[in-house]
Nanobody, 126 residues
């Protein structure tokens, strides 16, 4: 079993920045993808960003491109999400995700994780 622990959420004003971290522990598998999803109140969970093990493939949702950056430290089994120029519509619970099926290509990308974290709240005030 893999355990994912997120940290770094909080309250920030519009235009501000936050950095989320997620550390994986337990039975981790080699060369697994990691990523982030979010769920706003009353909405379905949506994809935010994904990062392959090597970094050859990285994808973002259109709504966060140019503002969010995903990175990872494989030696620490940790993935990060740097969020800049935050908007009130970024308010959501952010979930870390790991392993599963990740495909990145010119015809489209998708990520279906196997493991999920408990989530961390991000609130952006206007």
């Amino acid at each position: 079993q893999v355990h994912l622990a997120e940290s770094g959420g909080g309250l920030v004003q519009a235009g501000g920045s936050l950095r989320l971290s997620c550390s994986a522990s337990g039975r981790t598998f080699p060369r697994y993808a990691m990523g982030w999803f979010r769920q706003a109140p009353g909405k379905e969970r949506e994809f935010v960003a994904a990062h392959s093990y090597s970094g050859d493939s990285i994808d973002y949702a259109d709504s966060v491109k140019g503002r969010f950056t995903i990175s990872r430290d494989n030696a620490k089994d940790t993935v990060y999400l740097q969020m800049n120029s935050l908007k009130p519509e970024d308010t959501a619970v952010y979930y870390c995700a790991a392993d599963g099926e990740y495909h990145s290509g010119t015809s489209g990308s998708y990520y279906y994780p196997t493991y999920w974290g408990q989530g961390t709240q991000v609130t952006v005030s206007s």
